[in-house]
């Protein structure tokens, strides 16, 4: 079978490669191209982000190493109005966005796939860390990983049953020693690579000067206030803050304070103590729905961060999107991250972005 492989350049997309190339397949490599050089004006290079100029070299190098062809796919404008812009726009409203997300789902995936079709390729593979099924109706869906502290399929949650039906996930039974195994066995560059973790596109993980920088928009500052309305302290612009943060408030308090919500409407931040991060419930728009049509009236188990140990919550559809009502009370529900529903066995059964919590 002919099978493209979403390389970018870090050893997980590596082993994925290889172990293709191993059960002999005809693979061909191909790295998405997706910083512009205006991003990087006045930002030190990092060379430990997916898809830099580094990792693109060492993609090139290990299709070298295991003997097959590879390309880059300039992406540039596509991320850039896709992934990019949301972004800004969304710390600028006050809420958190998961731009690896929406690059999975309109850049990584669908681009990456329409190519890797354009050449004769019938599936398009990754090295993420998830497994894929198909339901008794004939729905394709994502699983969790067989490694818990790699799962990635939190971040898969918003791919539509005409990409997941043409994916592949090779390392989604492994773990990551068995990963950096692989790569050891092929005598890849990339075998000892650290793994990337910060957003890529943001090169010294500054968030608000790189969204002031690229939007030409500095957030005026305005007030920090308590539960009741009364102003403790004054804010530095709603695009420094989200959801749980502590650090930066400039707040003297007798205990820790955290921000408890954000009202870009009124310019105001609203910060207590950390009970009062508290939530039952969130709605979810946007919804995806994968391994099920409908998840009215069903009891499932709810991620809000990618890290996250699953918790049970019971789901109901309205016309705003999906209501989840936890069974018990948990924090850092943050509007503009996403909310992904799994059965009891880990199978992703859709998510929505967070509109609001309750």
Same mark, same amino acid.
Request: net charge negative.
């Given at each position: 079978m002919?099978?493209?492989?979403?390389?970018?350049?870090?050893?997980?997309?590596?082993?994925?490669?290889?172990?293709?190339?191993?059960?002999?397949?005809?693979?061909?490599?191909?790295?998405?191209?997706?910083?512009?050089?205006?991003?990087?004006?006045?930002? $030190?290079?990092?060379? #430990? *982000?997916?898809?830099?100029?580094?990792?693109? @070299?060492? %993609?090139?190098?290990? /299709?070298?190493? +295991?003997?097959?062809?590879?390309?880059?796919?300039?992406?540039?404008?596509?991320?850039?109005?896709?992934v990019?812009?949301?972004?800004?726009?969304?710390?600028?409203?006050?809420?958190?966005?998961?731009?690896?997300?929406?690059?999975?789902?309109?850049?990584?995936?669908?681009?990456?796939?329409?190519?890797?079709?354009?050449?004769?390729?019938?599936?398009?593979?990754?090295?993420?860390?998830?497994?894929?099924?198909?339901?008794?109706?004939?729905?394709?869906?994502?699983?969790?990983?067989?490694?818990?502290a790699?799962?990635?399929?939190?971040?898969?949650?918003?791919?539509?049953? $005409?990409?997941l039906? #043409? *994916?592949?996930?090779?390392?989604?039974?492994l @773990?990551? %020693?068995?990963?950096? /195994?692989?790569? +050891?066995?092929?005598?890849?560059?990339?075998?000892?690579?650290?793994?990337?973790?910060?957003?890529?596109?943001?090169?010294?993980?500054?968030?608000?000067?790189?969204?002031?920088?690229?939007?030409?928009?500095?957030?005026?500052?305005?007030?920090?206030?308590?539960?009741?309305?009364k102003?403790?302290?004054?804010?530095?612009?709603?695009?420094?803050y989200?959801?749980?943060?502590?650090?930066?408030?400039g707040?003297?308090?007798?205990?820790?304070?955290?921000?408890?919500?954000?009202?870009?409407?009124?310019?105001?931040?609203?910060?207590?103590?950390?009970?009062?991060?508290?939530?039952?419930?969130?709605?979810?728009?946007?919804?995806?729905?994968?391994?099920?049509?409908?998840?009215?009236?069903?009891?499932a188990?709810?991620?809000?961060?990618?890290?996250?140990?699953?918790?049970?919550?019971?789901?109901?559809?309205?016309?705003?999107?999906?209501?989840?009502?936890?069974?018990?009370?948990?924090?850092?529900?943050?509007?503009?991250?996403?909310?992904?529903?799994?059965?009891?066995?880990?199978?992703?059964?859709?998510?929505?972005?967070?509109?609001?919590?309750?």
């Amino acid at each position: 079978m002919r099978i493209a492989v979403a390389m970018s350049g870090g050893v997980d997309s590596s082993a994925a490669a290889a172990l293709l190339r191993e059960a002999g397949h005809d693979v061909y490599g191909i790295t998405a191209k997706i910083l512009l050089c205006a991003d990087m004006d006045g930002c $030190e290079p990092r060379f #430990d *982000v997916c898809c830099s100029p580094e990792s693109i @070299r060492d %993609a090139k190098e290990v /299709a070298h190493r +295991l003997g097959f062809p590879h390309t880059v796919l300039d992406v540039e404008e596509d991320f850039s109005r896709e992934v990019i812009d949301p972004f800004c726009t969304e710390y600028l409203r006050g809420r958190t966005p998961s731009p690896c997300i929406h690059c999975n789902a309109r850049i990584k995936f669908k681009s990456l796939l329409e190519f890797a079709r354009s050449i004769g390729c019938e599936k398009l593979a990754t090295g993420h860390y998830a497994r894929t099924g198909m339901s008794p109706e004939g729905r394709a869906f994502v699983s969790a990983g067989a490694d818990p502290a790699k799962d990635q399929s939190y971040f898969l949650f918003s791919l539509s049953q $005409e990409i997941l039906k #043409d *994916v592949l996930f090779p390392l989604g039974e492994l @773990r990551k %020693a068995d990963i950096r /195994a692989i790569a +050891l066995r092929h005598n890849l560059c990339v075998a000892d690579k650290p793994e990337s973790q910060e957003i890529c596109f943001v090169l010294d993980n500054d968030y608000p000067r790189y969204i002031e920088r690229r939007t030409g928009i500095v957030p005026p500052p305005g007030d920090i206030v308590d539960s009741a309305g009364k102003k403790i302290g004054t804010h530095r612009g709603i695009h420094r803050y989200t959801i749980g943060q502590r650090r930066g408030l400039g707040i003297s308090s007798p205990e820790p304070l955290y921000v408890t919500g954000i009202d870009s409407a009124r310019n105001i931040v609203i910060a207590g103590p950390r009970e009062e991060l508290n939530r039952i419930g969130l709605v979810a728009g946007d919804v995806s729905h994968m391994k099920l049509e409908s998840l009215d009236g069903i009891d499932a188990f709810v991620k809000t961060r990618s890290t996250q140990k699953p918790f049970p919550a019971r789901l109901t559809e309205t016309p705003e999107g999906i209501r989840a009502v936890f069974i018990e009370p948990h924090t850092g529900i943050s509007p503009g991250q996403a909310a992904v529903f799994y059965s009891a066995e880990g199978d992703v059964l859709g998510g929505g972005w967070i509109l609001s919590a309750f």
